[in-house]
T-cell receptor, first 112, second 115 residues
Framework: LAKTTQPISMDSYEGQEVNITCSHNNIATNDYITWYQQFPSQGPRFIIQGYKTKVTNEVASLFIPADRKSSTLSLPRVSLSDTAVYYCLVGDLAGTASKLTFGTGTRLQVTL | GAVVSQHPSWVICKSGTSVKIECRSLDFQATTMFWYRQFPKQSLMLMATSNEGSKATYEQGVEKDKFLINHASLTLSTLTVTSAHPEDSSFYIC???????????FGQGTRLTVV
């Protein structure tokens, strides 16, 4: 299982773009990269998923370099409601035996 | 996105009793479900992986006789905390992955307090 490393915490002001980078040096060929957001006392919420290059949806972008040893979640113009913990997970989506293991996550604090 | 419903959202029980938590995938079939526990300010810790129709695979250090997992159908998995003690108080979260692989979706979590 590919281990992930993220910054423990980040601070941002409302309206700024936030980039959270995750390192996964031993990512396997079949592994996808998935990001989740978690608010206190709630289950994680899916944000975005990708395999390579760039993926964009209505809430975020995910940048993955060619070597796939890292990935960056980009949140455009954050608001106070984006204050949460963000987790990067790496795993083989097709393998039913593939476990979903969480790292420490990044605690993002957005202020005015 | 797909919906995973977890019930109850919170429960308080007396020490020594058992508590059952249900996890349902409402609009998709889930061959694989995961159970986690989370302590305050910490990350989610995987307890076990359950596959429909077979025995769950428990992570090291998780007592299978204490945390009973049943995954009898493609839309329902249950976690029973047997003979609960105050140290079992935690936030329990389930996750369901669509049959054939793909994204995993999480329930809203269950706050268990053992008194």
């Amino acid at each position: 299982l590919a281990k992930t490393t993220q910054p423990i915490s980040m601070d941002s002001y409302e309206g700024q773009e936030v980039n959270i980078t995750c390192s996964h040096n031993n990512i396997a060929t079949n592994d996808y990269i998935t990001w989740y957001q978690q608010f206190p006392s709630q289950g994680p919420r899916f944000i975005i998923q990708g395999y390579k290059t760039k993926v964009t949806n209505e809430v975020a972008s995910l940048f993955i370099p060619a070597d796939r040893k890292s990935s960056t979640l980009s949140l455009p113009r954050v608001s106070l409601s984006d204050t949460a913990v963000y987790y990067c997970l790496v795993g083989d989506l097709a393998g039913t035996a593939s476990k979903l293991t969480f790292g420490t996550g990044t605690r993002l604090q957005v202020t005015l | 996105g797909a919906v995973v419903s977890q019930h109850p959202s919170w429960v308080i029980c007396k020490s020594g009793t058992s508590v059952k938590i249900e996890c349902r995938s409402l609009d998709f079939q889930a061959t694989t479900m995961f159970w986690y526990r989370q302590f305050p300010k910490q990350s989610l810790m995987l307890m076990a992986t359950s596959n429909e129709g077979s025995k769950a695979t428990y992570e090291q250090g998780v007592e299978k006789d204490k945390f009973l997992i049943n995954h009898a159908s493609l839309t329902l998995s249950t976690l029973t905390v047997t003979s609960a003690h105050p140290e079992d108080s935690s936030f329990y979260i389930c996750s369901a992955r669509q049959t054939g692989g793909g994204k995993a979706f999480f329930g809203q979590g269950t706050r268990l307090t053992v008194v």
